[in-house]
Structures are given as C-alpha cells and as structure tokens.
C-alpha cells in the first residue's frame, strides 16, 4: 500500500498556486522574435558630384549633353554657430552604440513530454540529413511522448472517477509537482551518495531530519538507504528509530570489521546483524554507541572505514553527526559527504548556530559551500513567529542553494519511536520537496 495520500487537496484548491510543469507553457521558453528587417535607402542625387553623376556612355552610341545647371542662388547667410559644448568629462559613460547586440534568448535544458527532465532526441529533419535514429533514440523518443495522468486528485479524479473512465482530465499543477519530485527522487546516480545532517547545537532537528528524509528517500526510491548515527559518544537514531532484536551498533561493527574485507565473501545481508531495519520505510538504521561500561570515541579513521563499508551496500547514506564539529569524525563526515543539510528550527538559537557553523566552514577553506548545502527550516510549535521565519529564510537563502520549510508535526517532536504512517499528510509533502531538492543538488 502506498505510503503517500493519493488526495491531500481540498476540493477546487488543487490547481492553484504551483507552479506549471516544466515543457507544457513553460515560462523559460524563449518567446519567437520577429528578425529585423535591414533597408538599404539610395542615396540623393548631388548636383556637381561626380560619384552621383550617371556614367558615361561608353559603346559609342550618341550621348546626350546633361542640361544646363539652373543659376545658382544667392548664398544664404550662414547661421550663428551654437556656442561651444564644454570638454567632455573623463568620468562620463560612453555614448551607447546605434545599434546595440542583442544577446541570443536562453535555450531551457531538454525536457520530455511529460515536464521531467529527459534525453534531447535529435529531431527528424536531422535524422533525414544523415543522422538516423538508433535503437535507444528510438525508446527516448517514445519515452518523451509519454505524458502523465490521468487525474487522480482534486476535481479532474473525481470527475474520471464518476465518468467511469471515459472522461480523463489532465493533472492539475500540484500533482505533477508531486510527481516531478518523486521522479526527482528515483533519478540514478552513477555512485553512491552521502548527505550530512550538520547543526552544532543540540535540538535543531537532526536526528528527525535524518529518519524523515530516510522514509521519504526509502519509500520513494524502494529502499537501498541506511541512515548512520555517527555520534562520537552517543546519539539518539537508534532511540527515535524502529527497535531491533539486537542491541549492535556501529562499535560493535568495527570490532567485527575484518569480516567484510573480503569483498568476494562479505554479503549485505550480514549487516543486517549490525543495522535496524525500518519496515515499511524500506531503510536501515545504524546507531551509535548505546553501552554505557564502553570508553572512547569514534575517530576519523573510523568513520573511514564504516563509511567505505557502508558505501559498497547502499546508494543513499545518512549521517546524522554530533554536536561537535571539532571531533575527527564530525570533520571526516563533512569532508566526505556530497550535500550537506544544515537544518533547524525556527528558533534564534538554532539559526544563528548553524550560521555560526557556515562562518567556520568557510573560513576553514570548504570550496563551493552554497552550491553544497541546502537548509530545512522546521516549526517547533504550531505557532511560529512569522518575522523570525521570515529572517532565517531570508539569510539562509544568501548562504546555501535553497531553503525548504517543514510544518510543526506532533509525531516528530514526541521524543519516542517515531510512528512513520502516523507522519502528517503535510509533513510527507514537505519532506517529499525536501528530498527532491537534495536529489537534484546531487
């Protein structure tokens, strides 16, 4: 069954407010420019001129003598000079051309039919030139054509639903939104990919982060997800996490490491010994150190290890780090994750800690840090203060590529085991954006 409402919008709300699909009335398509059009005027005839002169007749045939000039009229008097225009400033901008270029209009990325992004397909009048179409432009062309639909939210499903089928409505703006994001989410990569959850402060909504953003991608994308809690001591994953029937965590992985050396030998399903399946949200949990007679910290060289073990298993890693970003394995997980989610509540604190956390990112010398990082502003409480949600997303949109909100949702902020079918319908929605957001920066 499905994890995700098949309906969450109110009657005739459900295509307002979204944006289009990309490849149906796309505002980034260059709208046609008519050329302009260039006149040569000949120019008039100059009495006395020879270059306006007609030739002469050269084949020997009789020429006609021009006619005689008219009397020349008397000189007009000259009109008074205009007075002298001061020297030209050196600071004064040049006098702008006559005819200034015109920038060729933008050519948006290929898409398919359907608005996702898709394979650009040489057209026919380029295959008749010499270019034929091969067998996999043949499958893209056929999957370019494919739209999606029919409705099955809002009005237009209802109206297919009474119709029995005969009547099928197009889907409105925020079902294909929802399906562009999933699509998002499903896309390939060529390797696997590690997101860090990074905040110094502690209750800036890491761990829930994590779990919610390992049930999006785990549901979405059909499991091949492990979220890792690597606390240098100890962390609360395996806490707000689905139970197991043992109590391993990543300690007692790195005591028994040796096995899976053998990469000919080693199977992912002897970590399911070490990690804590999540069910229905298809992903894997992996928690930190839970034994209290235990001493020592998880180094760098060990998050090396566990992360290289991890990597050969899963497609999308988790961290969910501490709150200490001078430990060796806070600073060996920013240095090896491909995105990271600075996140947090919208609270003063939070916020300027994970600004705080940026200053010292950048100023250690992290290359590219916006195009990194991506910010998940949460609401604490039902109630928020709108100004300060305002301000946070405002700074944090100068800081990282883009900032996503998630609605205040009593099952995240409980403390316990976090129920995942008990997740808001807006919660599941927000997260979805989320997610696809972290897809497409990867």
């Known amino acids: ?233 100890r962390g609360t994953l395996g806490i707000r996490g689905t139970r197991s029937a043992h109590r391993n965590t990543t300690r007692e992985l790195l005591e028994d490491l040796e096995r899976f050396k053998d990469v000919y030998q080693s199977r992912i399903g002897d970590l399911g010994a070490f990690v804590r399946s999540q069910g229905d949200a298809h992903f894997d949990v992996l928690a930190s150190d839970e034994r209290p007679d235990v001493t020592g910290t998880i180094r760098a060289a060990d998050f090396n290890e566990v992360h290289k073990l991890l990597e050969r298993f899963y497609r999308i890693i988790l961290v969910d780090t501490g709150n200490n970003m001078r430990a060796e394995n806070w600073l060996a997980s920013a240095d090896a994750a491909d995105l990271l989610v600075v996140t947090s509540t919208v609270r003063e604190d939070t916020g300027y800690s994970g600004l705080w956390m940026l200053d010292a990112l950048q100023d250690a010398g992290y290359q590219n840090l916006k195009y990194k990082t991506v910010t998940v502003l949460s609401d604490p409480s039902p109630q928020v203060d709108a100004k300060l949600a305002a301000d946070l997303t405002s700074v944090y949109e100068q800081r990282t590529r883009a900032v996503y909100r998630v609605p205040y949702d009593p099952v995240l902020v409980a403390g316990s085991v976090i129920p995942y079918a008990q997740l808001s319908a807006a919660t599941r929605m927000s997260w979805l954006r989320a997610c696809a957001g972290m897809a497409s920066a990867l």
């Open 1 to 233: 069954m499905s994890q995700w409402p098949q309906d969450p919008s109110s009657p005739g709300t459900d295509d307002t407010g979204e944006r289009p699909a990309v490849g149906e009335g796309s505002p980034w398509a260059p709208d046609p420019g008519e050329e302009p059009v260039h006149t040569t005027e000949r120019p008039a005839k100059v009495a006395g001129d020879p270059l306006s002169d007609p030739l002469p007749d050269t084949t020997g045939g009789p020429t006609t003598p021009p006619p005689a000039a008219p009397p020349a009229a008397p000189p007009a008097a000259a009109p008074a000079a205009p007075p002298a225009a001061p020297p030209a400033s050196s600071f004064a901008p040049p006098p702008p051309p006559s005819s200034p270029p015109t920038a060729p209009p933008a050519t948006p990325p290929p898409t398919t039919g359907s608005g996702r992004p898709g394979v650009a397909v040489p057209p026919l009048e380029e295959q008749e030139q010499g270019r034929y179409m091969s067998a996999t432009d043949f499958l893209d062309r056929r999957d370019a054509h494919v739209e999606l639909g029919p409705a099955t939210w809002g009005w237009r499903g209802r109206v297919r639903r009474w119709s029995g089928g005969a009547i099928r409505p197009r889907m409105g703006p925020k079902e294909l939104a929802f399906q562009n994001d999933r699509a998002l989410i499903q896309k390939d990569f060529d390797g696997p990919r590690t997101i860090a959850f990074i905040n110094p402060k502690g209750g800036a909504a890491k761990t829930t982060g994590v779990l919610a953003a390992g049930y999006t991608f785990g549901t979405v994308r059909g499991g091949g997800v492990v979220a890792w809690d690597n606390n240098e001591t």
